[in-house]
C-alpha cells in the first residue's frame, strides 16, 4: 500500500473504507407498469455506480479513461438477484466492492438496498480493462490497480 | 400568496426564487456513438427534473401525487432546441421556471445549461394534471397551485 | 402433449420446434461512445424477446396478462455472459428456451448471436408468476405450463 | 427527378410514395406506473423512424453514415405534441415525410397513430448533416439529397 500512499486524492477510502457507496433514487422513468423498477434499468443504476467508483473512488472518469486514454472497462459477465421490488420514490443505498483482482479484469459484488437495509438487488460482475481501439484486453494500469485494491473485501 | 405562506417546508423558494435549479452529469449511458448525448436522454433528464421540482420545489412527490392522490403530471407538448451537444462526464446545470399557469394545465421553461454556462437545451413544455383513473384533466389543487406560482417568471 | 393438442392457435410451436427465435436490430440508441451496445441496452432486448415469446409464442401478451388477469412475470435472477460486442447496425439473431418449467417459475436460456452465427450474449434467467396486487408467486395457469413445455430444451 | 432515376434500389420510393411508414410496437418497458408510454420512449420511436427511414428508404444506413462516411444527422430542433396516450401492447403506425430541405438541413414531419388510425403523437423536427470529427455542419450529399426529396410533402 505504500504506492498507494502517493497517490492523491482519493486515500481517504484507502484500507479500512472498503466499500463504495452512492444513493440511487428510483425514478418515474425507471418503473414499469406494475409500478416497480423495469429490470434493465437497474443495470444502468449499476454501471452509474461502477462510473463513479471510477470518478470518485479510483479517480479516474469514464470520459478520462475513454477520451483521453483510449482505454474502456466493459462488463463482461454479471449475475443478478433481484431479490425484492423497488417502488416509485424510493431512494436506494448502492454499494460495490472488489472481490477480486486479476490482470486485466476486476470482479466486483454490487447491493442495492432498500430504505429498511434490506436487499433489492445483489450482482456479481467481471469488468476487463480494453485497448478500445484494438479491441484487446490490457492489463490494468499500477496506479489504478492500487486504488482498485482499497476496495478489496474478504466478503 | 397569504394562503402559500400557510404552506410547510417550501416557503425559501416562494417570491423572490423563481428558478429551481439542480445538476445533472452526463452519464455513459447517455451518449451515443458520436460520444454525445443522445437527445431521447435530454428528455428523462427534463422529466427528471420536474420530478425533483414537484418533490422538492412544490412538496408533492410524483409518489405521493401517483400513488396516494390518483394524479398524474403527463407532458402533452414539448418544443425543444438542441443548441450545442453536451459530451460524457460534463456536469449541466438544469433550470426549470413557471410560464404560464392554468386551469388544469402549467406551462414551463426548461434550459440545461454547460459548465461554462451556455444554452445546451432549451425546452418550453405543457403539463396536464390528470386524473388517473379516469384520465381526464382536474384543476390543479390550489395548494400545489399556489406554490407552483412562486416559480413563475416574466421571462 | 394431448392436453396442449387441444390449445388454439399456437400449435405450430408445438413439439418439434423448441426454440422461440426473433431477431433484433443494434439500434444508434442502442451502442455507447464505444460504438458498440450498452449492455443495459441487452436487457431490453431480452425482455422484448420473453415478451414476444408470450404474445407470438405462448399465446397470452403482457398486456392481457397483466391488465386482464392481473399477473405478472417478473425476472428474479438473471446470469448473462457477453462473448463479444455487438455494433451499430447489425442484426441480431435471439433465441429463447425453456430449461425448467417449476409451479410457479419458469427458467429460460437466452442467446443473442451475430450475423455470422456466434455468441454475442448469453444468458439464463428465471422468472416467476405473481398476482400484481397481491404481490405473491402463483402456479402457472395450466394452458399457459402446457404451452411453455413445448419450448422445453434438452440442452 | 432524372437524377433520382439513376440511383439504384431505392426508385420503389421515387415520386408518388412521399411517406415513409414503419410499425412500431408499445412495449412493456416503454410504458411507466399509469400503464401508458413514458414520453422519452417516443423519442427512440422518432429517433429509429429516422434510422429506418435513412436505411431503408435513402439507402445510407447510420452505419454507413457515421463509420464509412463519418457523417451525422443530429436532431437540432424538435416540437412535438402527445396528442392521446398510447398503451402497452399496442400497434403504432409512424409516419415520416419531409417538409423541407435546406442545404445542410431537412425539416421533417412525423406522426404516430393508434390502431384506431388517430393521432398519438405529433413532431416536426430538423435534422442537420455534420461532419463528425470536425464539428461542423456541411451540404447533404447530392444522392442522398435527391432521395430525400422523394419523401417531400405538401402537407
Chains 1, 2, 3, 4 share one sequence.
Not at 437497474?42 to 467508483?53: A, S
Not at 430504505?115 to 479491441?135: C, F, N
Amino acid at each position: 500500500m505504500a504506492k498507494q500512499a502517493a497517490l492523491p486524492d482519493v486515500d481517504a477510502h484507502a484500507g479500512e473504507n472498503r466499500v463504495f457507496a452512492t444513493q440511487v433514487c428510483v425514478r418515474f422513468g425507471d418503473c414499469d407498469p406494475a409500478g416497480i423498477v423495469f429490470y434493465p434499468r437497474y443495470f444502468e443504476m449499476v454501471n452509474n455506480l461502477v462510473e463513479d467508483w471510477c470518478a470518485q473512488g479510483l479517480g479516474m472518469s469514464f470520459r478520462e479513461m475513454h477520451l483521453e486514454r483510449g482505454l474502456g472497462l466493459p462488463t463482461v459477465q454479471i449475475d443478478t438477484s433481484f431479490v425484492t421490488p423497488s417502488e416509485l420514490g424510493e431512494v436506494l443505498q448502492a454499494e460495490l466492492r472488489v472481490l477480486k483482482l486479476g490482470g486485466a479484469s476486476v470482479a466486483l459484488a454490487v447491493r442495492l438496498a432498500g430504505p429498511d437495509g434490506e436487499d433489492r438487488v445483489r450482482a456479481s460482475l467481471v469488468l476487463v480493462m480494453m485497448h478500445l481501439k484494438e479491441r484487446r484486453a490490457v492489463r490494468i494500469p499500477d496506479a489504478l490497480r492500487a486504488r482498485m485494491a482499497a476496495f478489496a473485501s474478504a466478503e
